[in-house]
């Protein structure tokens, strides 16, 4: 069978093989030379139980004439809408959401009597986004809030992840009071989801906290900040916790260690050389100081929820990390290594300590005394202390050897784990791109990670807290081309069978948050860079749902039919879309 092929079959294919190598991509089509496809796809589909032996011969042949033709640059539909993911093949209770936070949309960023962030003080003075933007304003979901919610509503969500912004809540961190205002506005936010029906999965810090507390000890450096993030934590238990069921502590502590501490891009903007050019910092070390008090800040609020609240509120806390799938360059024994490193370096770094109570072996080995030490007592309390464990899953990567090969001076190193990511092989890339320079469209990566955690923390439940699609950033792109996000509806299906696949094989997997609701600031990318299933209108702040926003709703109906009809105007959009 050497067929034209949508993409989806491409996942399908990966999903059920596991030792199926990577694709070749080009601009147009997916070409598969892959001979044993035919059965490939019936065992796929004898799986989900659902089709006949006629059915399935029908949709090969359908498959090869139904997809909608790229008469359009290759830019359109190129999937089928044969046998998609349903609903249906999701546990009936699994938790369907869209997940934010709180510097990328809630914008009013001196109202209420907040304070100035990290981040706001960092796109002040520095101008983050490529264009200088920043998150002032952001999607000013902090006036719209409604109306999100409303929207949030009508997509059918079922849970909604957001994030409290710890200087709109306390201002001075615990060297002041807790600003009602603050709360106020979270209240609101969390009331009128649960009247809605929509579960509040709440990330407590996501990024952004007082810029006092960078000024006063240099926050995540400093022992001091576990404490403040102790308070804020017990702040917002006791003011939410009768309504929140679902706690992230902490979100990406490996992701901000890398970009605020290693290169230095994200504030405080601390990198030493060869990583980049700041005016202080030490990549090689501060990484590893801040990550260990980001988990001890951890440890003890979850603690201390434990202890205090969950008998009571009845909710879970978990911990979220940003987890690539780690694949190895070349079939060698070193590279299997080195992919199996980034793996322990990543996803060991971050879960570890919180669920067996220390860091990896591995990472001991590489790292001596370097690497900080909980005390007896401290290993104690981080012992499982999370109830669920949060996986920000975007893309696979391959993973380089650099013991014994020539790589950037700056992964040749222990805080690397000496190994390199790369996305390209033999001049072929991983996945088609996107507009993150790491992030490529890998379906079987979800699976594949999953299932390493599965594996690694005895199937401690989880969540998928965000995963998402951003197109590749081209200039002068029209506001039509943006909501005929055809490839965004394909990653999402994409990424769910490879998801239920994993579910069907045993994985503890609770709920899928889709980042993100709408397109909002993306860190130092600025709001160029967009995942949302609604666009946002710059000057007018409209959401304008995009054609994914319409699938996502069929989906969560369990309705298999998707209506790809080409959005032509945005307001034709505002006419035909009942959402
Ligand atoms: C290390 O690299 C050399 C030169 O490329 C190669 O000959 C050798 O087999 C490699 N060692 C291992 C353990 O793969
Ligand atoms: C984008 O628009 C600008 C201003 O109208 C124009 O100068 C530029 O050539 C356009 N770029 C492309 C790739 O069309
Ligand atoms: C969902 O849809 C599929 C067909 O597309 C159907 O077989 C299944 O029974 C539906 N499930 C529910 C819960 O409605």
Not at 37 to 43: A, E, F, K, Q
Not at 317 to 337: I, K, Q, S, W
Not at 390 to 414: F, M, P, Q, W
Not at 499 to 514: H, K, M, P, Q
Request: glycine share 8%; with cysteine; aromatic share 12%.
């Amino acid at each position: 069978m050497n067929a034209r092929l949508p993409d989806s079959y491409t996942s399908l294919i990966s999903i059920v093989n596991p030792n199926s190598k990577p694709q070749t991509h080009d601009n147009n089509n997916t070409k598969l030379v892959f001979p044993l496809l035919g059965s490939i796809r019936l065992t796929h589909q004898l799986r989900m139980g659902i089709n006949s032996v006629a059915i399935y011969l029908l949709s090969i042949i359908f498959a090869s004439f139904s997809i909608l033709d790229a008469s359009n640059n290759g830019n359109g539909p190129r999937f089928s809408q044969e046998n998609p993911i349903k609903r249906s093949d999701f546990p009936p209770g699994f938790l369907f959401g869209a997940a934010t936070a709180a510097y990328q949309v809630e914008g009013a960023y001196l109202e209420d009597g907040k304070s100035i962030s990290n981040w706001d003080e960092f796109c002040h003075s520095k101008g983050c986004g490529e264009n200088g933007e920043n998150g002032d304003i952001a999607d000013n979901h902090y006036h719209l809030y409604m109306k999100d919610i409303e929207m949030m509503h009508s997509l059918g969500l079922k849970a909604y992840r957001f994030s409290i912004s710890w200087s709109r809540i306390l201002p001075r961190g615990r060297f002041g009071e807790v600003n009602p205002l603050g709360i106020m506005f979270y209240n609101k936010i969390i009331d009128n989801l649960i009247l809605k029906g929509i579960e509040p999965f709440v990330t407590i810090h996501h990024e952004d906290f007082p810029q006092e507390l960078e000024d006063r000890y240099g926050s995540w450096l400093d022992p001091q900040m576990q404490d403040d993030f102790v308070h804020f934590a017990e702040t917002c238990f006791k003011s939410f916790g009768d309504r929140v069921k679902y706690w992230v502590t902490i979100n990406e502590p490996n992701l901000v260690t890398e970009m605020g501490y290693e290169k230095g891009t994200y504030p405080p903007n601390h990198c030493s050389q060869p990583f980049g050019n700041c005016l202080s910092g030490n990549s090689d070390i501060e990484p590893l100081l801040v990550m260990h008090n980001m988990l001890l800040a951890h440890g003890k609020a979850a603690k201390i929820y434990h202890e205090q609240f969950q008998l009571k509120q009845g909710g879970l806390t978990g911990l979220v990390a940003h987890c690539f799938m780690y694949e190895p360059f070349t079939n060698t024994e070193l590279d299997r290594e080195a992919a199996k490193r980034a793996l322990i370096f990543n996803i060991g770094w971050s879960f570890d300590p919180p669920i067996f109570g220390d860091y990896p072996q591995e990472m001991h080995e590489y790292h001596g005394n370097g690497l900080p030490k909980f005390s007896p007592e401290e290993k104690e309390f981080m012992k499982n202390s999370i109830d669920f464990i949060g996986i920000n899953h975007y893309s696979a990567i391959y993973a380089k050897d650099c013991t014994n090969s020539t790589c950037l001076e700056s992964s040749n190193r222990v805080i690397k784990g000496f190994l390199e990511i790369t996305a390209e092989r033999d001049g072929v890339l991983i996945g088609d791109p996107t507009s993150m320079p790491r992030f490529f469209v890998v379906p079987r990566g979800m699976k594949e990670i999953v299932d390493y955690v599965k594996n690694r923390y005895n199937n401690t439940p989880m969540f998928i807290t965000e995963n998402g699609y951003s197109s590749p950033n081209v200039e002068n792109v029209s506001v039509e081309e943006i909501l005929n996000d055809y490839k965004r509806i394909e990653f999402h299906q994409a990424y769910l069978a490879s998801l239920a696949e994993s579910i069907r094989n045993g994985a503890d997997v609770r709920g899928y948050f889709l980042w993100s609701l709408m397109d909002n600031y993306e860190w130092t990318y600025g709001y160029n860079v967009r995942f949302g299933l609604h666009y946002v209108d710059r000057k007018t702040f409209d959401r304008i749902p995009k054609l994914s926003a319409k699938w996502y709703q069929n989906f969560l109906k369990n309705n298999t039919f998707i209506d790809l009809t080409p959005i032509t105007t945005p307001e034709s959009v505002l006419q035909q879309a009942d959402i």
